[in-house]
């Protein structure tokens, strides 16, 4: 059946929210752009981002920085890695996150993943025992969260400090708790294609007052680390300004004025973006070739993309697949492929973590797909996106017509 081609783009965000473009005007007009940059008496833009994050997600501390890979870098050595260190992490997400492990010397120890797109915990706890690992890097790679009530057990019992990697769950909750208040710190992007939109820049979250006075020097505070909006009292700075180095990863007050407006409207951004995905996976669904990951009742999920796995599809049916879908315009990408195209890649395309045999993964993501879904999609685009994939897994199966 000839459908209509789909024109929206997988990667047209919407603009920034005119409140915010003029609190960015402002800020340009004042000249005072680095955050540090304060009139007398003047709250910045980045200390008002900062008391307004932390009051939002329910932390006790939050630090803005540059990026979201950032974020999980300082977050990974205030909270203890030292160069050699095994750190554990999810064996499918993106690249920034093992780059992250990398980048303070750690030695990244991929975990396997379930059907459902998240952390093995059986695994997880036979990889903490033979590495003797200390830290836990969670990755919510594409929003899926694993049981976080049984992670939280385990992770005691395996004596593991973990760091949250919110980088797809800003917003999403476990049992109505924020994703990253489940461990010692939440590290969020807001670069373009996550949940709020600065071009780059990071949000760093915690409970611990000198983990976050750590993290507050080595994002680059000098000595300036009371001009915050939710860091830690003065009197906790006393050695630890003294035993850290400064990284230079602030964030700047440019970006936090973009930053402000669209954290006041997220919610409509969360409702919008779940509309469009339980949509689209309400279609799907009834699809016999296509299973889509279980959502367990506890988790509150952001569905700023979808994710559905054709079981057993071979290499050569799954480049047909998406090559049949590209060429009406719809861009699905592929896990399984061997070499990595643009945002995706896998952890055979890691090679300075070491090769690592994660044979559960690998079969996982050969039959994975996952789409982007821009809120400058409409209903009716997803309508039409559902129609083009139904059509395009028929023409594999032979089993389920649009
Ligand atoms: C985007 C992303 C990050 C961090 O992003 P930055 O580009 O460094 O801001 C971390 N984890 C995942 C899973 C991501 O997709």
Known sequence: ?????????????????????????????????HRYNVAAGEESETMALEREYASWQGSRYCIAVASGGQAMQIALRAAGVL??????????????????????????????????????????AVKARQTGARHLLLSHMRGHQCDMDRLVRLAADLNLAVIEDCAHTMGATWNGRRSGAFGVAGCFSTQTYKHLNSGEGGLL???????????????????????????????????????NPNMSARMDNLR???????????????????????????????????????????????????????????????????????????????????????????????????????PRTDAILSDLFDMRLPLTFSLEDCALLAEHILDSVSVLASKCGA
């Open 1 to 33: 059946m000839a459908r209509t081609r789909f024109t929206g783009s997988f990667t047209q965000q919407p603009p920034i929210p005119e409140e915010g473009i003029a609190a960015a005007l402002a800020v340009m007009r004042s000249g005072r752009l």
């Open 83 to 124: 160069p050699r260190d095994a750190v554990l992490t999810n064996g499918f997400t993106l690249a920034p996150v093992p780059g992250a492990i990398a980048a303070v010397g750690g030695r990244p120890i991929l975990v396997e993943i379930t059907q459902d797109l998240v952390i093995d915990l059986d695994d997880l």
């Open 205 to 243: 979250t915690s409970d611990d007052a000198e983990f976050i006075a750590r993290a507050t020097i080595l994002s680059g505070s000098y000595m300036l680390y009371e001009r915050h909006g939710a860091g830690a009292d003065k009197e906790t700075f006393v050695d630890i300004r003294l035993d």
């Open 256 to 358: 936090a004025a973009l930053l402000r407006p669209q954290l006041r409207h997220i919610e409509n951004s969360i409702a919008a973006w779940n509309e469009r995905h339980d949509y689209l996976a309400l279609r799907l669904a009834v699809c016999p070739s296509i299973r889509m990951p279980t959502r367990p009742h506890a988790e509150r999920y952001v569905g700023s993309s979808i994710q559905f796995l054709v079981p057993g599809i071979a290499p050569s049916d799954a480049r047909g697949f998406i090559e049949r879908l590209a060429a009406v315009g719809v861009e699905l990408r592929w896990f399984g492929a061997a070499q990595p195209v643009g945002f995706t890649s896998d952890h055979r395309s890691w090679r300075y973590a070491g090769a690592q045999s994660l």
